[in-house]
């Protein structure tokens, strides 16, 4: 009998510790416009070009919230060409959020870009692809980059990974207690018995 019983508590204990269920997820509110600005600097054009970039628009309207280990990518600027030639720049864009409150993350990339009268223009931009993480309280992160492109018209996304720590369910800790205890008295029993 009192085998079954420890048997029973070890069984508990392995139930309400393998049983852990994930915390809240993050939620996230992009802001857009003019919290979330996009610079161009040094630029070095060859012919009549003109580069220029823009936040996209619908970037205000991204809420969405994330559990553990999940992914969102989202498109945030556009790099545009006009007129006829060829240039280089250095891109800096600033990631700005509603919520989680008053966070921004920065990304910095160079690239090339040449364009036929906007009719064939592309380019390359080059992103510092390390995400950057940015830590919430409790525990619970996320990571940010920034992915780089290489194609006809440019344009960039980012991607947000969420990483919440995993936090034990109150029945699961009750079951895990009552397992300790229930160990814990059998072991003194026999301790007292022998």
């Not at 139930?15 to 915390?23: D, E």
């Not at 628009?57 to 969102?72: A, I, Q, T, V, W």
């Not at 510092?128 to 960039?156: A, H, K, M, T, W």
Request: proline share 4%.
């Amino acid at each position: 009998m009192r085998r079954r019983i420890a048997a029973i508590c070890v069984m508990l204990l392995v139930f309400s510790s393998a049983s852990m269920v994930a915390a809240m997820p993050i939620k996230f509110d992009i802001a857009g416009i003019p919290d979330s600005p996009v610079e161009i600097k040094n630029i070095s054009t060859s012919g009549w070009i003109r580069i220029y970039a823009d936040i996209v628009g619908s970037l205000d309207d991204e809420k969405f919230s994330l559990n553990y280990g999940e992914s969102c990518s989202f498109d945030v600027f556009t790099a545009q060409l006009d007129r006829f030639g060829w240039g280089t720049a250095d891109i800096t864009a600033t990631l700005a959020f509603d919520k989680p409150d008053d966070i921004e993350v920065t990304g910095n990339g160079d690239g090339w870009s040449a364009a036929f009268y906007r009719e064939i223009s592309g380019g390359c931009l080059a992103r510092d692809n390390r995400p950057q993480n940015i830590i919430l309280g409790g525990g619970d992160y996320f990571d940010v980059g920034f992915e780089s492109l290489c194609l006809i018209g440019i344009g960039v996304s980012a991607k947000i990974t969420a990483h919440v720590m995993p936090i034990p369910e109150p029945a699961n800790m009750l079951l895990f207690g009552i397992g300790l205890i229930g160990l814990a008295g059998f072991g003194r029993k026999k301790l007292f018995n022998q």
